[in-house]
């Protein structure tokens, strides 16, 4: 029910740094065919840094740890499950292939060794959360998985200070990378303040390490803007996410559906223009991660 790439394998004997990727986006986050182009794209800027990009998804009932490009291609072409934790024995039992999230990522990426995953935004709490209970396994899993996750913040879709409440009340680290606020996804800047920066990857490194001497168990989020030249303006992205908003609830989706479905909505209202956003803040996730990763190696343990 497992595969590990034999170049994973020798790079995590080795030592060498290593960069977790999920594949939800590529399954669900992303349509075909800038879902592939950008996976490989976030590849190639782990590889550029010097560090070993590892893919994580699942096909045919076995779990993949760093997927080859032929394996990305064929899972782009099939019917998809999106992988959160509670899906993964099912999925496996029942040799379903499928999109592993940040959840389930994050879950894996730990267990066979790796320290650092990048992602566009975790999930989070959604708006409305008091009368759905929508609240991503993003959060309960970073809480006890002491990773290293780059990301964008969270989701502009969600509630982004219930969101970061949550964070707070699961002992989640939040950092801002070279920033005082929490980044919207799309917009590089929000309304809500962080108390913590950290601004070179030495910095991130030393902390996480320092996480790790203490026994922490929890995942430190740390949050790379989209850079500002790139972004939709929070108050623009915000006016663009009620009106999608709207249509989504009229249309009653629910559960698992709510972010795939809100971030169609929004690509299609914005005329592309979240998506090439996406892809921008993905690839520079990426990037920063392997670097981190590669500070991370330097300090002996
Ligand atoms: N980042 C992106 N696009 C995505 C995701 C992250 O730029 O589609 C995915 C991640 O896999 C994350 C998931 O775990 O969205 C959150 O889904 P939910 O809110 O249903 O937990
Ligand atoms: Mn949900």
Known sequence: ??????????????????????????????????????????????????????????????????????QLQELAEKEAVKIGLRELPVVVAKKLSGGTTVAATAYLAHRYGLRVLATGGIGGVHRGAAQTFDISADLTVLARTPLTVVASGAKAILDLGLTLEYLETMGITVAGYKTKTFPAFYASSSPYKLALELCTPQEVAAAARARDGLGLLAAMLICNPVPPAAQIPYNELMALIAAVESEVQDRQISGQDVTPELLKGLAAKSGGRTLAVNKTLLIENARLAAKIASELVQLKT
């Not at 010097?50 to 760093?66: D, H, K, R, S, Y």
């Open 1 to 70: 029910m497992l595969k590990i790439n034999d170049q994973i394998i020798f790079a995590l004997r080795e030592h060498k740094p290593l960069v977790a990727l999920e594949t939800a986006v590529l399954t669900h986050g992303l349509p075909k065919p800038l879902n592939l182009e950008t996976v490989l794209a976030m590849e190639e800027a782990v590889a550029a840094v010097g560090a070993v990009p590892c893919t994580i998804g699942v096909l045919q009932g076995e779990i993949i740890i760093g997927m080859t490009q032929a």
